[in-house]
């Protein structure tokens, strides 16, 4: 997957904070400017470059001891309530967990766990839909996404292939075909299989 | 094609995989999540690629399976078309049972020796797809003077040919309830036969429908062998009336003498004359009496006390003697009794099938009636065969020319061949020698049942269209094997232009839809030029050969 050029800061979303095999969280450099839930990103540099799936996206005080505070009984309106605080976008973070579910090395594009985990401090940037349609020509992700240690995977894999699906020519096809992936790793769990795939057909 | 010349799998509508099963059962194969059960037919041939082996075969069950057996209590809302989509062929998916035919070897050299029967079965996960134009071909043989092009296997445009010099070495049958297309299948058959030269045809035409013209359902009107072969072909009738009533002009008139009627005839009429044993075999007593040419009519001149004086004589009771006097009455009136009898029909048949003619012989008004059928056909066929017979043994002892073969085709077959009644015809025996005097028969009928069981197993090919009874599905498939696997196939036939072919000619059973006939390109494709498209070429190749005319 050719990555270079796409290095642009205007694809840049944060930096990696906190990194493990399986997972990592990324600080985003502005504000409430997380990539949506299900997003592809990568992060890392040519030659160890690790893909990884937004899963979780939270807001909270920099600062685990300053608890934020109501601040708008007189305003009219919430952004008026960061024009009259503008130190709360200082005090004020927004992470997000991703789920690692492949990497590239000198080998090419794999679909699985990268041997190491990204650096903290790497950048983090947004898939464009030329690399989401390579990396989703695959349908392995699911199999990762449906196994990682994280809360709300349906969500996060209905997310996903509902966002990956705009970057495939034919997304209904994509879909069905994902749809019949995910009827094949969820055998047994008719349940979730079907609460998955209404999420996917609307 | 593969590297190794074995036909690939692109061209294939569906594909499956090889999940369990056994040789005697059949293999099971999941259908991939793309295929939709609704593509595949029962009969449909399918190729699976072993690891060594490319085997052939037929689906002879299609069903439902599911992943997950809590499917039905909570089943997935299929009201939505993506989630429809989704669970058809994963959750939900098909599964096939294929039974396994034949083999190929994929090894060169070893593929030159053409398909052999499967011994064993295609290892766990083989492919498997639909079996390609390519596979057909390599097992059925391509279209030329010895394969004739008698449909096309279930839903592909291949050809499939069948072998006719293979075909008419034995006896071979057509079956099928009425209005299924097994006279559209028998012509087709006779016209192959022709245009392979592999035999002469003696078509014994009960319904008139083979000689000059035939009518489809709807009262369409198809051209009969006549008008498709000209010269080769040459119609006989035993009602000259109807033929000039349908405007054909007879190349001969049959006429049958009462001379030539023998005791074996009335035997065979027994059930359509309704005469007990007794009467029946009064008239080998007759014929000893008065010899083989006088003793019938001898019995239709005596008066009844005559009679009774005779039946003293011969030691026959009273009643049956009259009884069979009375039924024998009634061949009088039959238009083609010839009491002067100085034709010979015999000698002229043979001297137009010896020339390589195929005869059809139209039996006009006659063919509503049974017993003029069965009596003219049994008499006829005895005597060709006795000639035929004559023949094979001269060119056995003197090594002389061997009569060209000749397959004589017979309908409502059950009425020479069913049990109590076949071991009296010549029909029983020709089936039963198979080839031994270059005579076979094509039996056409509707009514397999009926006919006795050592006939039906003595049958080389059969081509089946739809049956309904049970005992004739039964009947037609005795002695063959996978039987009740053909079954199902056999059932699933549509009533209109499908058979199932199986036996001597075909490496494996197939099912077909049967070739167009009764179009202008149907004709076409059987070598028939209309005479205007026929002047037409002949101008085209005078003028290809010495240039355009002046003027």
New interface residues.
């Given amino acids: 997957m050719a990555v270079k050029g796409k290095t642009a800061k205007a694809h840049r979303v944060g930096e990696v904070v906190s990194a493990s095999t399986a997972a990592f969280q990324v600080h985003c450099h502005k504000l409430y400017e997380a990539p949506p839930l299900g997003s592809l990103i990568r992060c890392g540099t040519d030659g160890s470059l690790v893909y990884g799936v937004v899963a979780n996206i939270l807001t909270e005080s920099l600062d685990p001891s300053r608890k934020p505070i109501a601040r708008g009984a007189d305003e009219d309106s919430e952004e008026a309530v960061y024009r009259s605080n503008p130190q709360l976008t200082r005090l004020l973070a927004t992470r997000f967990d991703a789920v690692a579910v492949g990497f590239q090395d000198s080998g090419g594009l794999h679909r699985y766990l990268a041997p190491l985990p990204p650096r903290v401090h790497s950048f983090a940037y947004r898939c464009d839909e030329g690399e989401a349609r390579e990396f989703t020509e695959s349908l392995e992700p699911i199999a990762v996404l449906l196994g990682a240690p994280i809360a709300s995977q349906d969500e996060v894999v209905a997310a996903f292939l509902r966002l990956a699906s705009r970057a495939h020519p034919d997304p ?1 096809a994509f ?2 075909r994902a ?2 992936e ?3 790793q969820l ?2 769990q ?2 979730r ?2 609460a998955i ?2 999420r ?2 609307r | 094609m593969t590297e190794d010349g074995m036909p690939d799998f692109k061209g294939s509508a569906w594909r499956g995989l090889v999940i369990g099963g056994s040789l005697t059962d059949g293999v099971d194969v999941r259908l991939d999540p793309d295929a939709s059960v609704e593509d595949i037919k029962v009969g449909t041939l399918v190729a699976i690629e072993g690891e060594r082996m490319r085997f052939l075969g037929q689906v002879t069950d299609v069903s439902l399976a599911s992943a997950d057996r809590t499917l039905g209590a909570a089943p997935p809302d299929v009201s939505d078309p993506f989630i429809a989509r989704v669970v058809s062929g994963t959750t939900a998916y098909g599964t096939i049972k294929v039974a396994p035919r034949l083999v190929l070897s994929k090894e060169v050299g070893i593929a030159a020796e053409g398909p052999q029967p499967a011994k064993t079965v295609p290892a766990h996960f083989s492919r498997v797809a639909q079996a390609s134009g390519g596979d057909v071909e390599l097992v059925f043989g391509k279209e030329d003077k010895h394969h004739f092009w008698i449909g096309n296997p279930l839903d592909m445009e291949t050809k499939l040919c069948l072998d006719i010099h293979k075909f008419v070495e034995r006896s071979n049958g057509v079956f099928g309830k009425s209005g299924t297309g097994k006279t559209f299948l028998t012509r087709l058959l006779l016209a192959g036969i022709l245009q392979s030269g592999a035999a002469v045809n003696l078509v014994f035409d009960m319904h008139s429908e083979y000689g000059w013209a035939g009518y489809a359902e709807g009262g369409k009107e198809v051209k009969g062998l006549k008008q498709l072969f000209g010269s080769k072909v040459a119609v006989f009738s035993l009602d000259e009336e109807s033929s000039k009533r349908r405007g054909i002009s007879p190349d001969y008139v049959v006429r049958i003498g009462y001379e030539e009627i023998e005791p074996q005839d009335i035997q065979v009429l027994r059930g359509a004359l309704g005469l007990s044993d007794p009467a029946a075999d009064a008239t080998y007593s007759l014929q000893r009496k008065f010899g083989r040419k006088a003793w019938l009519r001898e019995l239709l001149s005596l008066e009844p006390e005559a009679l009774s004086g005779l039946a003293d004589e011969l030691n026959v009771v009273q009643g049956a003697m009259a009884t069979l006097q009375r039924r024998l009455a009634r061949l009088e009136r039959f238009g083609f009794m010839d009491p002067a009898s100085t034709h010979d029909s015999v000698a002229h048949i043979l001297d137009y099938l010896g020339r390589g003619m195929h005869v059809v012989l139209e039996f006009g008004g006659y063919g509503r009636d049974t017993l003029a059928y069965v009596l003219v056909a049994n008499l006829l066929t005895r005597r060709i065969y006795e000639r035929y017979a004559e023949m094979k043994e001269r060119a056995l002892s003197e090594r002389a020319a061997e009569p060209t073969p000749l397959v004589i085709t017979i309908e409502e077959a059950h009425r020479f061949l069913q049990s109590g009644v076949a071991e009296q015809t010549i029909f029983a025996t020709i089936a039963r020698e198979l080839r031994k005097y270059n005579v076979t028969l094509l039996v056409v009928d509707q009514r397999p049942s009926s006919i006795d069981t050592e006939v039906m197993s003595q049958l080389g090919t059969k081509l089946v269209c739809l049956l309904d009874d049970e005992r004739d599905v039964d009947a037609v498939l005795t002695g063959t094997s996978g039987a009740s696997k053909l079954k199902s196939v056999l059932a699933s036939l549509d009533s209109k232009q499908q058979a199932l072919l199986f036996g001597h000619a075909v490496p494996m059973p197939v099912e077909i839809r049967t070739r167009d006939y009764g179009t202008p390109d149907s004709y076409l494709s059987l070598g028939h030029l209309d005479p205007a498209e026929r002047k037409a070429r002949i101008e085209r190749d005078i003028a290809g050969l010495f240039g355009p005319r002046e003027g």
């Fill in positions: 209904q879909l069905v749809g019949k995910l009827a094949v055998i047994g008719s349940q299989l079907n795939l209404r996917l057909s």
